[in-house]
């Protein structure tokens, strides 16, 4: 069952008038709560209704599933089957369109703030200058926006400090993260002061941008497409840089990072832009590699 990708269209374009750099943290993905609203919800399918379905609803609208993000209707309809069984396919989870244990899992895992689809074709070329024989699974922003500049400066600059990271410690996480990337793409970084081309920092809940944390778990960061650099981390999230006993700020990094350079996510659980935080992850992935080298063929 497919999504109505022409009023799909209409309302990302509407999104993209309104603001231009829309793409970033939905704005009440609240972790606790909807963890239990999940567990509530267990073996809800169509032609049902729960108090929770709403909140269901408003989740996946938010991550660019379904078009009435803002609703409250309880009804399990055709449309949050739809949407559940793409948000099951994106993350590797079999299409049932309904709330099963792997899907309240997937859901349950903290991630990127930004949604998984955010352009209704997002990859017309699967396979670009024969970059690689199978499909590729990344995707980029509406318009594809890219930096028209391969040397980028970067700065740090937070609103709010982490018991757990250092500075030092912060900026060595972002130093390594982009090392990475410019080791497989055309991009060389030089550390400078504000303003930047990427300016990322430590933020709590409402920071300035319009699109306020959550705090402890669910939304880790959010980032911005170019040519608009922003990078932030949620302040309130048990942050390590040694990988363990926390979340891995350098993974976390290496990710936004990329949205920064203009990808979006990627169904491949493998790649770095996979929207959500499975485990340390400090290298690119192959469909990581083939969508920068595409984007900036």
Same mark, same amino acid.
């Given at each position: =069952?497919? @999504?109505?990708?022409?009023? #799909? ?9 309104? &603001? *231009?750099? $829309? ?83 997937? =859901?349950? @895992?903290?991630?990127?703030? #930004? ?9 017309? &070329? *699967?396979? $670009? ?90 939304? #880790? ?77």
């Amino acid at each position: =069952m497919a @999504l109505n990708l022409s009023k #799909l269209s209409i309302l990302l374009l509407l999104l993209f008038v309104v &603001n *231009p750099f $829309p793409f970033v943290e939905p704005r009440v993905l609240q972790s606790a709560v909807f963890t239990r609203t999940l567990g509530s919800l267990r073996g809800i399918h169509r032609g049902q209704r729960a108090k929770g379905v709403g909140q269901l609803r408003n989740y996946l609208g938010q991550l660019g599933y379904l078009g009435d993000s803002n609703s409250t209707n309880d009804n399990f309809d055709e449309s949050v089957e739809s949407a559940l069984k793409h948000y099951q396919l994106f993350h590797s989870i079999g299409a049932t369109g309904v709330v099963d244990e792997e899907t309240i899992k997937a =859901m349950s @895992l903290p991630r990127c703030g #930004l949604p998984d689809i955010t352009n209704p074709n997002p990859n017309p &070329n *699967p396979n $670009p200058n024969g970059l690689s024989e199978g499909p590729q699974n990344y995707s980029f922003f509406p318009g594809s926006p890219k930096w028209r500049k391969f040397a980028l400066t970067y700065a740090q600059q937070s609103s709010a400090s982490v018991p757990s990271v250092s500075i030092n410690a912060f900026k060595q996480a972002a130093d390594n993260a982009l090392r990475t990337w410019a080791a497989d793409s055309k991009f060389t970084f030089r550390e400078s002061r504000v303003p930047a081309d990427i300016v990322y920092g430590f933020h709590r809940r409402d920071h300035g941008d319009g699109y306020p944390f959550d705090g402890p778990g669910q939304v #880790l960061a959010h980032a911005f497409a170019p040519q608009n650099g922003r990078c932030h981390f949620d302040g309130e999230e048990q942050w390590t840089t040694n990988g363990q006993g926390g979340i891995d700020l350098e993974t976390v990094c290496l990710h936004e990072y990329g949205h920064n350079l203009g990808l979006g996510h990627s169904r491949d659980t493998k790649a770095i832009m996979y929207p959500s935080y499975t485990g340390v992850k400090r290298s690119l992935g192959q469909d990581d590699i083939n969508g920068i080298q595409a984007l900036y063929s």
